[in-house]
């Protein structure tokens, strides 16, 4: 059964003040690893997809790499609109649903 | 370029109830996803559908859920005789086709059951 475990749940950043998201996950077969932001109330916005080991992906302060058992998404001096929750998904196999973590809360103070 | 829309987006109904959840999918897009999100607990995925078939619903609750995307009109989430646990909010996602992986959501529908 894939499973994906995102850590930490939640964290708390000053404005300007860079850190890493992790996902791990174990999965046979990977055809892609996504990654979401959530805003409360409303529906998961895509950020990121990943297809294989050693790729990366960047969009304005997020960056999003992939190794064969986890992912980061690396935020570079975050901003209070970066508050959020994000979500990191898999596809794996002959399937095309997606298996979600739980996600990460995070909040950036001003 | 309208993204995927749901309706309604808020839900009440009494226990034994049925609720039924409306999903549109973005223009150019044929394949349908639905997820479900309980407090405190990530997306977990329902049913996945073509128009007019159900490939794959190894998610779907035995008893009381179903699901369709018929050829013409939204795709339909449909719970019979709901129950308090069946409160959550329930999100729609489409894709274009199997190669392109991305699915996009929708703002999702919360049902309340009473």
């Known amino acids: 059964e894939d499973q994906v475990t995102q850590s930490p749940e939640a964290l708390r950043l000053q404005e300007g003040e860079s850190s890493s998201l992790n996902c791990s996950y174990t999965v046979s077969g990977l055809r892609g690893l996504f990654w979401y932001r959530q805003d409360p109330g409303k529906g998961p916005e895509f950020l990121f997809t990943?297809?294989?080991a050693g790729e990366e992906k960047e969009k304005e302060r997020l960056k999003a790499t992939l190794t064969k058992k986890e992912s980061f998404l690396h935020i570079t001096a975050p901003k209070p609109e970066d508050s959020a929750t994000y979500l990191c998904?898999?596809?794996?196999?002959?399937?095309?649903?997606?298996?979600f973590g739980k996600g990460i809360t995070l909040s950036v103070r001003p | 370029n309208a993204g995927v829309m749901q309706n309604p987006r808020h839900l009440v109904r009494r226990r034994g109830q049925e609720a039924r959840l409306r999903c549109s999918p973005m223009k150019g897009h044929s394949h349908v996803y639905w997820y479900r999100q309980l407090p405190e607990e990530g997306l977990k995925f329902m049913v996945y559908?073509?128009?007019?078939?159900?490939?794959?619903e190894s998610g779907m609750p035995k008893e009381r859920f179903s699901a369709e995307f018929p050829k013409e009109g939204p795709s339909i989430l449909r719970i019979q005789q709901v129950v308090r646990g069946d409160s959550a909010a329930y999100f729609c996602?489409?894709?274009?086709?199997?190669?392109?992986?991305?699915?996009?959501f929708g703002p999702g529908t919360r049902l309340t059951v009473l």
């Open positions: 559908l073509q128009k007019e078939n159900i490939i794959d």
């Open positions: 990943l297809y294989s």
């Open positions: 998904a898999v596809q794996a196999g002959a399937n095309s649903k997606l298996t």
């Open positions: 996602a489409s894709s274009p086709d199997r190669v392109h992986n991305e699915q996009f």
